[in-house]
T-cell receptor, first 115, second 113 residues
Framework: GAGVSQSPSNKVTEKGKDVELRCDPISGHTALYWYRQSLGQGLEFLIYFQGNSAPDKSGLPSDRFSAERTGGSVSTLTIQRTQQEDSAVYLC?????????????FGDGTRLSIL | GNSVTQMEGPVTLSEEAFLTINCTYTATGYPSLFWYVQYPGEGLQLLLKATKADDKGSNKGFEATYRKETTSFHLEKGSVQVSDSAVYFCALSDNQGAQKLVFGQGTRLTINP
């Protein structure tokens, strides 16, 4: 079956604009994660969904960042009033369940560049 | 908090050389440990994992043993190939709450023919 799909693969936008990044997890995967990969900070956790709820949002760097998940499937990460430090690759991962023996499967990411 | 430290790269080796990439961790409780690999132009892929002390994960000729006494999970391969050139990430999950992954900074490996 299909893996984790993210869109767009690349996004270039001007500082101050809002952006939406989309993640389609593997069908049937209940757990969904967003991470950010940047030069200065490496790979960082942003937010975790179990079904449609987000019990762990501890990694969101500011209130400009928000995410939602609908139907227990697609998730959208929204960044409002983008800043240059938001430039990074945003990765989505899903797993069958929130258990250590269930690996997280990653998408190819969205490369976000803020001009 | 939890953290993972990897040896700094880049690492450059000749084909058929022995590879070790060091990884140590700090965590409360009993984390699960992972190695992920990112080949050029591709996404992160799980390479191997170990979920308890003394477990050995292995895949594609790579091995890593969960050493609780030294809090380490070093990646090894006896004979590397050009196709192993990639960025390797060590990671842990604390097996609590979200079970989010905490990653090391990554080690870029280049294998020359």
């Amino acid at each position: 079956g299909a893996g984790v799909s993210q869109s767009p693969s690349n996004k270039v936008t001007e500082k101050g604009k809002d952006v939406e990044l989309r993640c389609d997890p593997i069908s049937g995967h209940t757990a969904l994660y967003w991470y950010r990969q940047s030069l200065g900070q490496g790979l960082e956790f942003l937010i975790y969904f179990q079904g449609n709820s987000a019990p762990d949002k501890s990694g969101l760097p500011s209130d400009r960042f928000s995410a939602e998940r609908t139907g227990g499937s697609v998730s959208t990460l929204t960044i409002q009033r983008t800043q240059q430090e938001d430039s990074a690759v945003y990765l989505c991962a899903s797993s069958l369940e929130r258990l250590s023996n269930q690996p997280q499967h990653f998408g190819d990411g969205t490369r976000l560049s803020i001009l | 908090g939890n953290s993972v430290t990897q040896m700094e790269g880049p690492v450059t080796l000749s084909e058929e050389a022995f590879l070790t990439i060091n990884c140590t961790y700090t965590a409360t409780g009993y984390p699960s440990l992972f190695w992920y690999v990112q080949y050029p132009g591709e996404g992160l892929q799980l390479l191997l994992k170990a979920t308890k002390a003394d477990d050995k994960g292995s895949n594609k000729g790579f091995e890593a043993t969960y050493r609780k006494e030294t809090t380490s999970f070093h990646l090894e391969k006896g004979s590397v190939q050009v196709s192993d050139s990639a960025v390797y990430f060590c990671a842990l999950s604390d097996n609590q709450g979200a079970q989010k992954l905490v990653f090391g900074q990554g080690t870029r490996l280049t294998i020359n023919p």
